[in-house]
């Protein structure tokens, strides 16, 4: 266990139970009398991952003192849908190592990770339309397409770096900060009403998320493979410009922005990340984002102010923390 | 127009009002203020097809003597999902020609064919949870998740000569026969009760679902590819049995089947679909393919019996026939 597993272990620590029973409802869901899908997702448990967004659900719940019998339920499909993106995510990206475990895609092929995808995207509705309420439903269908959107924009940006800042933040909020948002919206008003509450929670988690999804574009340019756990450099392979590199750019000279250019785009190019740490000062890029980063949390955390103290509010503020810290 | 779209016009002639009304749905549902969305939707709009999966919703309603103000918008929802899997699909099989429109994945690329398959379905689940009863979800949900199951079954199941006719049928009848027997259950019973009706129309639709499954894979191996509108042969080249084939198999001697099985695995072979002509009697195995289907849509037609006598109930026994008759 690293220190940041430590960490977050103790942060989750106030939720165990309720973790436990939001595992308990994903081991099920995943079951299948289907050997084929059951070899599938057997691979998949090993995805697990950090399960933060579920976690959220959950102290999110504790939080504002808004807890049911389905929140795990909730916590559980809020997993599933992640699940489902990530699975996607290695189509989309080819990333090579991704938690030191093998992709869906290279142990099987692009077309088993579709199809798996497609498949824990509908297990997850489907546990949904088995709750009392209908707003997991509805929060989380909505929640899944602005992610939709938010891939299709990035992708539709690849290799603009006229990209403002503005624009940067609502496509790495769609794609990330959604999800996040969703879950802390639920957690604190799941079955209905409290709109108010809900609001600021949401507000909440799309600001976690969004500090979450810059740290880890800021890791993919200055990260180390063995501590990050997966490997650097996608981005800038991909053609996506995120902050760190925005940053970078304007504060480079015109002749240094045009080898940034090139070596975004000449064909062919070998470890472009390594060259591109050589042309520019991406460190200062890091510095402003994370700058950025902590600004988002600041604001999070001020948004807990009128909830009750207590180990539930307290997990909640210290996740600020552990976004900012993990993995360097 | 071709004879057969000629003879589908008239089939589906007495739900023309909810046809209009669910594609008013369908282009609201698809209309994004994110111009790349945008870009890419305009351009499934030319997927459109036949739409039979809507027609059978509206057609199940009005037969069965159900008809909501909503019943457009479900079978606009089933024609989302069904458009997204065929997206997906896409990015499975690279079939080379889809209803002559360049498939997505070729105008675009695998990465951009999951996201888009993906919002569609997040705009039809979402689209579904704002109908007034939650049985539209429900049904829908599980009939996703069966779809790719079958998917996932069938992708398992490739070059599997001793695959039983039982087997095949679950699978091919999984990925097809599900969306049809989904639609045709909420026609008949949506927003609740009436579950025995339901059921009958329920499996009316997997019969005729299979039937045009089957008739599919018998396309596939003996069609036309200019009648057809699209390429054939690409079951040969997935590694997948179809029926057909498996009769052909069956009916084959020792020396023919080790020339099929050949034909459909050694490496770099090309135009396996003329060679598969040559070595095996496929013109039996479509024989008896087509029999199979002819009295699917016979226990389907029987299904309808009990229903009262009109345009809805006379167009969804020449569902039948059409099923059977098109494209040869």
Redesign the interface.
């Given at each position: 266990m690293t220190p940041a597993d430590a960490r977050l272990a103790r942060l989750i620590g106030p939720v165990l139970p309720g973790l436990e029973r939001m595992r308990e409802v994903m081991e099920r869901q995943v079951l299948?009398t289907?050997?084929?899908?059951g070899?599938?997702t057997d691979h998949v448990a090993r995805f697990r991952g950090k399960q933060l967004r579920g976690a959220l659900v959950l102290l999110a719940g504790e939080a504002t003192g808004n807890t049911t019998d389905e929140h795990p339920a909730i916590a559980a499909i809020v997993e599933l849908i992640h699940l489902a993106t990530l699975v996607?995510d290695d189509?989309?990206?080819g990333a090579a190592v991704r938690r030191r475990v093998a992709c869906v895609n290279q142990r099987w092929d692009?077309?088993?990770a579709?199809?798996?995808?497609?498949?824990l995207?509908?297990?997850a509705?489907?546990l949904?339309?088995?709750l009392s309420s209908?707003l997991a439903?509805?929060v989380l269908?909505?929640a899944?397409?602005r992610?939709?959107?938010g891939?299709?924009?990035q992708?539709?940006?690849r290799y603009d770096f006229e990209l403002s800042q503005q624009v940067y933040e609502q496509i790495a909020g769609a794609k990330t900060a959604t999800l996040y948002a969703a879950a802390c919206e639920l957690g604190a008003r799941y079955p209905g009403g409290r709109e108010e509450l809900g609001l600021e929670l949401r507000q909440f988690g799309w600001e976690i998320g969004l500090a979450f999804q810059i740290v880890d574009d800021c890791l993919d340019v200055v990260g180390d493979e063995r501590v990050v756990g997966k490997s650097v450099g996608n981005d800038v392979e991909d053609g996506k410009i995120t902050l760190p590199v925005l940053y970078a750019y304007r504060a480079a000279d015109e002749v240094q922005q045009a080898a940034m250019r090139d070596i975004y785009t000449r064909p062919e190019l070998e470890r472009r990340i390594v060259r591109l740490r050589e042309v520019c000062d991406l460190t200062r890029g890091v510095e402003f984002a994370l700058a950025r980063a902590r600004e988002l949390v600041a604001q999070a955390q001020q948004r807990l102010a009128g909830l009750e103290d207590g180990p539930h509010r307290r997990a909640l503020h210290a996740l600020g923390e552990f976004v900012l810290e993990r993995n360097w």
């Open positions: 299948e289907s050997r084929a899908v070899d599938m996607h189509v989309l990206d692009n077309q088993t579709v199809l798996l995808g497609d498949f995207y509908a297990r509705f489907a949904s339309t088995d209908r439903s509805r269908a909505e899944t397409r992610v939709c959107v891939e299709i924009e992708a539709a940006r």
